[in-house]
């Protein structure tokens, strides 16, 4: 199935606009907006890591659990 389809139609529409942006770029400008791209991909993902662990409680269950160990 295509992934465009699962889309919202204003999501479509913006991507639509990105692809004839893209397309008008020279092979440099694409390769530097891929770069950009990937970097504020792994940027996402880490706040979301962030957002996730600080929702579940995680970073202070593993805090407690070091400190325990270095202590103990």
């Known amino acids: 199935m ?5 889309l919202p139609l204003e999501q ?3 991507l639509k606009v990105f692809e004839a942006q893209v397309r008008r770029l020279s092979q440099e400008e694409a390769h530097e907006l891929l770069i950009q791209l990937r ?3 792994l ?7 962030e957002i996730l662990k600080e929702a579940w409680g995680i970073d202070k269950n593993v ?6 160990l270095t202590d103990g």
């Open 2 to 6: 295509d992934i465009r389809q699962q």
């Open 63 to 68: 805090d407690v659990t070091l400190s325990l």
């Open 12 to 14: 479509q529409f913006e």
């Open 39 to 41: 970097e504020a991909m």
């Open 43 to 49: 940027h996402q993902t880490t706040t979301f890591r």
